[in-house]
């Protein structure tokens, strides 16, 4: 039994830190990269795929690590835990992202085609979008900092 545990402990770490490295790596540097070595419109095409993967894989990530706290503390128990809440918002964080505002962004995008977006009439309404994706990413990061020193260094996830 305690080697079960202690799988699932080690298992739980890795998708820990998969999911915030992937938040990390690819915001925070794959990203960036792109904008300063490809044509702008290419980069924000392979930029958006980039974050659309990257929020599918956090849903399912995130939803393995809400799961792997409710059978191990109960709902009851993970409703009192800083964890289950920090991963929570993440994944709200990520569908509202997903679901919500990229399909908007890619929809700005196409109608202002043939011009880039950033070039058109459009260019206000989405730099004022692509600000609020820019921040509930830095948000989702934080959290995503948050609880990664909260289970490695806080309290032992039970």
């Known amino acids: 039994m305690r080697a079960i545990t202690s799988l699932a402990n080690a298992l739980f770490h890795l998708v820990l830190t998969a999911w915030a490295g992937m938040l990390w790596s690819i915001g925070y540097l794959v990203v960036p990269v792109l904008f300063y070595t490809q044509?702008?419109?290419?980069?924000?095409?392979?930029?958006?795929?980039?974050?659309?993967?990257?929020?599918?894989t956090g849903l399912a990530l995130g939803g393995y690590l809400l799961a792997a706290l409710l059978s191990?503390?109960?709902?009851?128990?993970?409703?009192?835990?800083?964890?289950?809440?920090?991963?929570?918002?993440?994944?709200?964080?990520?569908?509202v992202s997903l679901f919500g505002i990229?399909?908007?962004?890619?929809?700005?995008?196409?109608?202002?085609?043939?011009?880039?977006?950033?070039?058109s009439a459009l260019r206000e309404?989405?730099?004022?979008?692509h600000g609020v994706a820019s921040s509930l990413y830095l948000l989702q990061s934080l959290l995503a900092?948050?609880?990664?020193?909260?289970?490695?260094?806080?309290?032992?996830?039970?």
Do not use: C, Y
Request: glycine residues 8%; aromatic residues 10%; positive net charge.
């Open 39 to 56: 044509e702008r419109m290419r980069a924000g095409e392979i930029a958006g795929h980039l974050f659309t993967v990257s929020g599918w």
């Open 72 to 95: 191990r503390q109960g709902l009851a128990g993970s409703l009192r835990t800083l964890a289950f809440w920090l991963t929570a918002l993440m994944l709200i964080l990520t569908a």
């Open 102 to 119: 990229q399909p908007f962004m890619q929809h700005l995008k196409e109608s202002a085609l043939p011009l880039d977006v950033t070039r």
């Open 125 to 129: 309404r989405f730099a004022a979008w």
């Open 145 to 158: 900092l948050a609880l990664t020193l909260r289970v490695n260094f806080g309290k032992p996830v039970q």
